[in-house]
């Protein structure tokens, strides 16, 4: 089956590097996760997520937003390409499936909720986390309007303004550290532009409906706190393949100290930009 890539790209993993993957996990569950929450509960606010609603995520990671909108009295399902990440959604008892986004057929569609011949009856699809690391973001639109019931909306996060995020600095190790022949590199402020998004929604065939800006910062009680949390976002292993993790870290560590505070803690304000659109047809 075809599906919309994620940067980095999902392989097999053994060994080691397998350990690494499942201790990433295991930090973006622990660590990382909480930092969108206002933003989660921000589009689940605008639109009123209850008992009536079914929430299908993107690329839901480790399902922490699927498990507020379950905690709202909706139904909820996810689809996540980390076999890690779905491993501790799962754990959480959510439905959370490995296949991705494009050319949903019949038999994926039964299994999460589509219906028979992949017809959605999804009433809100987000994708929080995903748009602004896909290779491919028209695509992902597409594919979440597709898993979209007519009348129901598609829910889309992007980072907000450059310069109103303070952890811009950071992020922009990713793109550094990575091989800079490589094509697609990290790019998390390519979708920060006004009018960006509703570009991607207006050429999926959807219409806009609305949005909003939240304030999420990136808070850690240390700063190797902040350094596995960062790491377990995967924007920086492609770095780590071209740079080796040793030196990815200390670079974030250098990137981190203007934001470590007084008493050992770190916080960097970050502003998230969400967008709404509705499936008219």
Not at 27 to 53: K, N, S
């Amino acid at each position: 089956m075809a599906l919309a890539q994620v940067t980095p790209q999902v392989t097999p993993l053994t060994g080691s590097s397998g350990a690494r993957a499942r201790q990433r996990a295991r930090d973006w569950a622990e660590i990382q996760e909480r930092m969108l929450v206002p933003l989660y509960q921000a589009v689940y606010d605008r639109l009123e997520v209850g008992a009536a609603t079914s929430v299908l995520g993107l690329g839901c990671r480790s399902g922490l937003a699927l498990l507020l909108a379950a905690a709202r009295g909706a139904e909820v399902a996810g689809l996540e390409p980390e076999a890690e990440l779905r491993a501790l959604a799962q754990g959480r008892e959510l439905r959370v499936l490995a296949e991705v986004w494009r050319e949903v057929g019949r038999d994926v569609g039964r299994e999460v909720g589509l219906g028979g011949g992949g017809a959605s009856q999804h009433s809100l699809v987000t994708a929080f986390e995903h748009l602004t690391c896909t290779a491919d973001p028209q695509a992902l639109v597409h594919d979440a309007a597709r898993l979209t019931v007519r009348g129901g909306h598609v829910a889309l996060a992007t980072w907000g303004p450059e310069e109103r995020c303070e952890s811009a600095p950071v992020l922009d190790i990713a793109r550094r550290l990575a091989d800079p022949l490589r094509r697609g590199g990290y790019a998390p402020f390519a979708l920060s532009a006004p009018g960006a998004v509703e570009r991607l929604i207006e050429r999926a065939g959807l219409r806009p409906a609305g949005g909003g800006r939240v304030c999420c910062p990136y808070a850690y009680p240390d700063l190797e706190s902040a350094v596995r949390g960062l790491m377990s976002t995967g924007v920086f292993e492609p770095a780590v393949g071209f740079s080796g993790e040793r030196l990815v870290e200390k670079e974030l560590r250098e990137a981190l100290f203007p934001w470590v505070r007084e008493d050992g803690t770190v916080r960097m304000e970050n502003v998230f930009r969400y967008v709404i659109a509705e499936r008219v047809r």
